[in-house]
């Protein structure tokens, strides 16, 4: 199993700027992706950013240019620096990971998430 718990998550004034933390703890050897999905109020979660083991790195368009997401393995740590933060940024920020094994009954990677941590951007 593997946890990981969030950290850095606020209140705001639009333009302004915050880095989110998320550390792994468990077992942690043969994580691959990491990254952050966002829920704001009655609308679905969504990706935000992912990085991969090897360094791709994807951002929904709504973030580019503005949010940057980085890994440290040796902390087994994903941060994201969000600046010019707007007041459609405001949503509950959950920390992914996944794994580069496979689950043999779903065929899929082993997934695991934050509880998350409010973000709240007034404008």
């Known amino acids: 199993q593997v946890q990981l718990v969030e950290s850095g998550g606020g209140l705001v004034q639009a333009g302004e700027s915050l880095r989110l933390a998320c550390a792994a703890s468990?077992?942690?050897?043969?994580?691959?992706?990491m990254g952050w999905y966002r829920q704001a109020p009655e609308k679905q979660r969504e990706l935000v950013a992912t990085m991969s083991s090897t360094g791709n790195i994807s951002y929904t368009d709504s973030v580019k240019g503005r949010f940057t997401i980085s890994r440290d393995d040796a902390k087994n740590t994903v941060y994201l620096q969000m600046n010019s933060l707007k007041p459609e940024d405001t949503a509950v920020y959950y920390c992914y990971a996944d794994t580069w094994s496979v689950n043999r009954v779903t065929l899929r990677p082993y997934e695991y998430w934050g509880q998350g941590t409010q973000v709240t951007v007034s404008s």
């Open positions: 468990g077992r942690t050897f043969g994580l691959d992706v």
